[in-house]
Each structure stands twice: as C-alpha cells, then as structure tokens.
C-alpha cells in the first residue's frame, strides 16, 4: 500500500508559477514511477509529467518546456514546478505511483486554477 497526499494547488493569475508537492509513505521502495496527471471540467484525465525511480522524466506535449517535474527521496516527495501558467493548465491535478507490480495509487487531487 502506499499513500500519497499533494499540496501546493491555489489560484494563480496567468504567466504566474505554482509548486505542486506530492509525499509518499507506506510501501515507497515499491513506486517505480511517480507523477502527475490532471483532469479539467469535461474532458479525460490526461498525464503531466512523470518520473522514474532512475530519475528519467516524461512530459505532456502540452507543458513541456514550462514544468518541471522533480524529486526528493529523502523526503519521498515529488515536486511540480508550474511556470507560465495559462488559463487551459485549469484543472484538478491528481499524484500518481505505480509500482513495480503495476499497481496504481491516486492522491486526492488539488486544484489548480489559472485566472485573472
């Protein structure tokens, strides 16, 4: 099992930056990938970012080169550094962990919202 609890969503006017925050406890030698995924009103759930236990990152097409995806294993945290928000980056964004087992753990979301 393992338990994954975000911070850091709020409101932020566009062009502005937020810091998502994931921790980790519970089974953490099992994650072999964490990450981020986010879901706006009406539309699919669609991936972030994410990052290995190796520390290789992927990235949505649609924030590559304005976030930052990255982690603390002392702190079994993983962070999301938001630059040049836009009104579309709107969304309720959900920490993910698969483990090596291909299980999945969802956090319980944060909002995010991108607004003058």
């Known amino acids: 099992q393992v338990q994954l609890v975000e911070s850091g969503g709020g409101l932020v006017q566009p062009g502005g930056s937020l810091r998502l925050s994931c921790a980790a406890s519970?089974?953490?030698?099992?994650?072999?990938?964490m990450g981020w995924y986010r879901q706006a009103p009406g539309k699919q759930r669609e991936l972030v970012a994410y990052?290995?236990?190796?520390?290789?990152?992927t990235y949505g097409d649609s924030v590559k080169g304005r976030f930052t995806i990255s982690k603390d294993n002392d702190k079994n945290t993983r962070y999301l550094q938001m630059n040049s928000l836009k009104p579309e980056d709107t969304a309720v964004y959900y920490c993910h962990a698969r483990l090596f087992d291909h299980r999945d753990y969802w956090g319980q979301g944060t909002q995010v919202t991108v607004s003058s």
């Open positions: 519970g089974s953490i030698f099992s994650i072999s990938v």
């Open positions: 990052i290995t236990t190796g520390g290789s990152t």
